[in-house]
């Protein structure tokens, strides 16, 4: 499985950003696709996850009721409204063939887009 994700920039406080991730190869519906950031200095943060067959969502606290992830045929959407600054960071989308939240256990992963949140 190949990943492709876009759609970051810089942004100010308040603002939203709809970042993409494209997916080449097959997927299953055990699948799940999942969101990671990691900001400068820090460890790569879970975000959201979906289940590829049954769209089922996932959240980090960090997150909750801001972002919502989905899915349209291969791509996988991270929409994220009321953006604050400690959102500022790369974001990754990655491929897992069982359910977790542990990025340690994914094995394909996107090439990270940058998101700045600045006033």
């Known amino acids: 499985v190949q990943l492709q994700a876009s759609g970051g920039g810089s942004v100010q406080p308040g603002d939203s950003l709809r970042l993409s991730c494209e997916v080449s190869g097959r997927m299953f519906s055990s699948n799940v696709m999942g969101w990671f950031r990691q900001a400068p200095g820090k460890e790569r943060e879970f975000v959201a996850l979906?289940?590829?067959?049954?769209?089922t969502t996932y959240y980090g606290d960090s997150v909750k009721g801001r972002f919502t992830v989905s899915r349209d045929s291969d791509t996988v959407y991270l929409q994220m409204n009321s953006l604050k600054p400690e959102d500022t960071a790369i974001y990754y989308c990655?491929?897992?063939?069982?359910?977790?939240?542990?990025?340690?256990?994914?094995?394909?992963w996107g090439q990270g887009t940058l998101v700045t949140v600045s006033s």
């Open positions: 990655a491929a897992n063939n069982e359910f977790s939240f542990s990025y340690k256990t994914y094995d394909s």
């Open positions: 979906i289940r590829w067959g049954a769209r």
